[in-house]
Every structure is written in structure tokens, then in C-alpha cells.
């Protein structure tokens, strides 16, 4: 288990040599302790990046793809050793990182090799006499900041478009959740990146973040966290007034109409909020059902809710692991009381499991509540397994709950009714809306928000562009210009 800063092509110690306790989510216990960066080791980062720029933005793009589709079959050839890893760094189910952590990764990372060689760029048609065509050209170095939530396939999801696009890479995975990058970065050196490609810089926010925000030399900064954390990045990256991208909160929208599959509603909304414990800002945290269909629906969701199996995300069986960190679990439960303080009905769960065999674990039973749309349960993200039930009686009604809320980045909807689900996901502020369907991602459809939820788009062409800068270049190929100017 590599426990080291990665700069410039080899683990180092931090400057300072200070570390970072990595804990086990399920029981609490010291799994590694990782060398954790400070502004100095970003600094040794950033220009081991900026040297590393110049011949990796001029190979050829099939070549810099082609070492990203080694990374894909080396990250499937070693995927149950990284799906344990995942498990034991963030309480992911072994289930859920071996079908999708792993497997989304390699998908990622292929993707973007693939796509490498076909950045084109465009010929404008100007006056003749004139040829101007665009170039789109790599932007130096980015800085990646990670959070801890989905830690191993935000690597890809922010190296993959970064890298195919010839930019240098000095990513901040979340000081909770290191493990999973560093490993990536040593199978990114067996495969041949060559040095300095990719810098992986563990470390606390507001000081290694802050640091890579901030830093002069770094040409974009991708961020993926919290909305709070979002602004403190943008005020970090005015200095050089660096491209900004953002990846925030969410409070997802899941609207469940009277003519719904109600099985296949229960199911995608338990799937839109308890997958990976709630801890997604894509998560269905605002279950909004028509009242015709409310009591049932409710009943059976929450007999789902309660049979799920909870335990050691090392375990085969497990389907709900433990929330990522101590910290996070009080944050969570706190909504509890939160929401019965503004009069809201608590459904199920609302604790930590009964059994002592979790006792030192960071677990939440799923839990649901029931509220009023503008209650704070409604509206702050929780990001937990905690949804909270709003109930709704004409289409308008439905749309007015869906958006109240200062996010817009998830939602979905479950009807028969074609046009109306048409309807809904053209007027529903958000970046992305599932039609009888939840949490679907794939590399070639761009994922990203609105509003508090952030700007700039992952995945597919879009996130190819947000890493390059249009460069428009003029030939005159036959053009006589007459002189503005004297004779
Ligand atoms: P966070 O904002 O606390 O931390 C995210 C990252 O930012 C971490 O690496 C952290 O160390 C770093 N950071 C913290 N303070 C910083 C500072 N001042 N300067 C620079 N970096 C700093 O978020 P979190 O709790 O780790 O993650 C959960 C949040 O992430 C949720 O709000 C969730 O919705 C959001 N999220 C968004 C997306 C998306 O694609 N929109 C995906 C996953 C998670």
C-alpha cells in the first residue's frame, strides 16, 4: 500500500514530514498512515508538472492515448486488489467496487484514451483569400481537488479528459481517502507515463488545496466537493485568474407520478439515495411522490429500506457499508433532530445499527423522513442514507418542489406518460434528469450542474473542451490587403 506523496515519478515523504492518520470506516482502526502535503510539496509538484508539460503536450495524441488504454487493462488486471483497497478506504461495499468503482475507472480512463486523437479542431469560413482554423490546445498544468466520496473513479473522471488533452496533472485527493489515486499513480508509472505527467499530492484542504487553488503556475483548476469549499476555491484562483470548473453539492430531485412502475420505482429510488450510503451528490435525497400513490409506495420503500444488508463493506453480502468518516456520520445523524425540530415525521431509522459488531464503525441505518418543502431537511444536502419525502398533487405542484432548491445538478422521474416525462426533464433545473432510470453515468455523457451545484461538465467531448483553449490562428494564403496606412 503506497503511503507517499507522488512527485515527479517517485513517493517522497512530505517536506515537513508530516502525516495523515488514514482510518478503516468499519471499525475505526488505523489502516496506514500517508504522508500529507503542504504548500511546499505543491510547489515541488506544480513545477515537476510545468517541466513535464512541453513534451507531453507535443506527442502525438495517440501515443499519450495509448498509454492511457495500458492504464485501463492495468487497472483491470489488478481490480480486486483496488476494489479491496476502495472498500477499506471509504466503506464502498466490496459488491458495488467491484461492479462499479473499478470497472467505471477502466471504463474512464479508456474512454479518454480513445479519444485523444480525435480532438479536432475546425476551418472557419472567413473572407476569402483567408484560411483560419481553430486549434484546441492543451492548457499547461491543472490542478485536480478530489472529495472522498467516489475517490477512485473521480481519478479518472478528472485525469482521463486532462491527460488526453496533453495537459500536466497535480491532483488532492481527500486527505480521508488517498489510497486508491496513489495506487493509480504507481500503475500510471509501471505503464510509462513518463515522470512528472502526474502528481499525486495528498493533503489537508485549506492548506495543500488552498495551495493548488491559489498556485500562480496552474493554469485550471477542476474541483470536485462541497459548495462552501467550491466558493473558497474561486476566491483561492483570482490570482491568476485561473479556468475554474466546479463539481458541488446536490439535492436531487425524484418525482414519482400516480402512473408509475411502482416496483421499479421503489427500487431506482432505494437505489437514488442508499447506494453508497447516500454519500453522492447525484443522490435522490428529495423523494417528491404524487399523493395518490404516497402511502403505498411509502410502505413499501420502507420495508425495502429496512431489509437492506448492512455490514463490513469487505463482506460479499454487505449492500450498505459504513459512512466515511466519524465526523460525517454526527453530521448526518444531527439531521435527525434538525428535522424533528422543524415537525418533521421520521419514517425509519435515524440511528446507528443496533448490532455491536458495527458499534466502532462510521454507520447509519437508512433513514427516512417526511417533510415540507422548504424545511432545511429539504433543502441542505445531508449527504447520507437520508431521504426526505415531500408529497405533491398536480404536475405543476411537483415541478415548483422539484425546484426549490438552490442545486441543479441530479433528478429523475418515474411515469408512463412520454410527453409529460419529456416535459419534466426540459423544465427541471438541473444538469441531469433519469427518466424511469437513476444514477445512470457513462464517460460520453456529460455530467456537471447548475446553480449551487457548479460549472463545466465531466465526461464526453464537453470535458475534453473545458482542458484545452480554442487557439484561432490566420493564414493569408492569396489575399491582397490593401495599406491602411501611408502608401
Ligand atoms: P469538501 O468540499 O470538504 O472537500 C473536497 C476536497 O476539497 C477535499 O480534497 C478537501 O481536502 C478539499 N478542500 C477542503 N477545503 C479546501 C480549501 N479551502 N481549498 C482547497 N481545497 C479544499 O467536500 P467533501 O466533504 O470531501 O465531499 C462531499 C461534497 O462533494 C458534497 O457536497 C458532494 O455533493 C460533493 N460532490 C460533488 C460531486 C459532483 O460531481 N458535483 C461529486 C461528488 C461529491
New binding site residues.
Given amino acids: 500500500m503506497q503511503n507517499q506523496l507522488f512527485i515527479n515519478g517517485r513517493f517522497v515523504d512530505a517536506m515537513d514530514g508530516a502525516t495523515i492518520d488514514v482510518r478503516n470506516p468499519h471499525d475505526d482502526s488505523v489502516v496506514t498512515r500517508i504522508a500529507a502535503a503542504d504548500a511546499a510539496d505543491v510547489d515541488a509538484a506544480v513545477a515537476a508538472a510545468g517541466r513535464a508539460f512541453p513534451a507531453w503536450s507535443r506527442m502525438a495524441a495517440a501515443a499519450r492515448g495509448r498509454l492511457l488504454l495500458r492504464l485501463a487493462d492495468a487497472i483491470e488486471d489488478h481490480a480486486e486488489a483496488l476494489a479491496q483497497l476502495e472498500s477499506l478506504d471509504t466503506g464502498h461495499p466490496i459488491r458495488d467496487s467491484r461492479a462499479l468503482d473499478v470497472p467505471r475507472t477502466a471504463a474512464c480512463f479508456r474512454y479518454f484514451g480513445g479519444m485523444a486523437d480525435k480532438l479536432e479542431g475546425s476551418v472557419v469560413p472567413v473572407e476569402p483569400g483567408f484560411l483560419n482554423y481553430v486549434q484546441r490546445a492543451p492548457i499547461g498544468v491543472v490542478g485536480q481537488?478530489?472529495?472522498?466520496?467516489?475517490p477512485l473513479m473521480f481519478t479518472s473522471w478528472k485525469m482521463g479528459p486532462a491527460l488526453a488533452a496533453g495537459n500536466t496533472v497535480v491532483i488532492?485527493?481527500?486527505?480521508l481517502t488517498p489510497l486508491s489515486s496513489l495506487r493509480i499513480a504507481e500503475l500510471m508509472a509501471e505503464v510509462g507515463f513518463p515522470d512528472g505527467v502526474v502528481n499525486v499530492v495528498p493533503g489537508?484542504?485549506?492548506t495543500a488545496?488552498?495551495r493548488?487553488?491559489e498556485h500562480p503556475q496552474v493554469g485550471k483548476i477542476a474541483?470536485?466537493?462541497?459548495?462552501?469549499?467550491g466558493r473558497?476555491?474561486v476566491e483561492?484562483s483570482q490570482g491568476n485568474l485561473k479556468r475554474v470548473q466546479l463539481?458541488?453539492?446536490?439535492k436531487g430531485a425524484n418525482i414519482v407520478f400516480d402512473d408509475a412502475d411502482l416496483d421499479a420505482a421503489v427500487n431506482g429510488a432505494a437505489w437514488a439515495i442508499f447506494h453508497n450510503q447516500g454519500q453522492?451528490?447525484i443522490a435522490g435525497s428529495r423523494l417528491i411522490l404524487h399523493e395518490r400513490i404516497a402511502d403505498e409506495f411509502l410502505a413499501r420503500f420502507r420495508a425495502l429500506a429496512e431489509s437492506i444488508r448492512i455490514g463490513n463493506p469487505l463482506d460479499p453480502q454487505t449492500e450498505m457499508g459504513p459512512l466515511t468518516s466519524a465526523q460525517h456520520r454526527d453530521r448526518v445523524l444531527s439531521y435527525v433532530g434538525i428535522a424533528q425540530e422543524q415537525g418533521a415525521r421520521l419514517v425509519c431509522g435515524g440511528t446507528a445499527p443496533a448490532d455491536d459488531a458495527l458499534a466502532r464503525g462510521y454507520y447509519v441505518m437508512p433513514t427516512i423522513v417526511e417533510a415540507r418543502p422548504h424545511d432545511r431537511v429539504a433543502q441542505e444536502?445531508v449527504?447520507g442514507p437520508f431521504v426526505t419525502v415531500l408529497r405533491f398533487r398536480t404536475d405543476d405542484e411537483a415541478l415548483a418542489i422539484a425546484n426549490a432548491t438552490d442545486y441543479g445538478?441530479g433528478s429523475g422521474l418515474w411515469t408512463k406518460d412520454l410527453s409529460r416525462a419529456h416535459r419534466f426533464a426540459s423544465a427541471i433545473r438541473a444538469g441531469m434528469c433519469w427518466i424511469n432510470c437513476y444514477k445512470r453515468v457513462s464517460p460520453g455523457s456529460p455530467?456537471?450542474?447548475v446553480g449551487q451545484?457548479?460549472y463545466g461538465r465531466?465526461m464526453g467531448f464537453e470535458a475534453m473542451h473545458d482542458y484545452t483553449e480554442a487557439r484561432s490562428v490566420w493564414v493569408n494564403v492569396d489575399a491582397v490587403i490593401p495599406p491602411h496606412f501611408g502608401r
Fill in positions: 481537488i478530489v472529495p472522498w466520496n467516489f488532492k485527493p481527500s486527505e489537508y484542504g485549506h488545496g488552498q493548488l487553488a474541483f470536485t466537493g462541497s459548495t462552501g469549499t473558497k476555491i483561492a463539481e458541488l453539492g446536490g453522492a451528490c444536502e449527504f445538478l455530467f456537471g450542474g451545484s457548479g465531466e
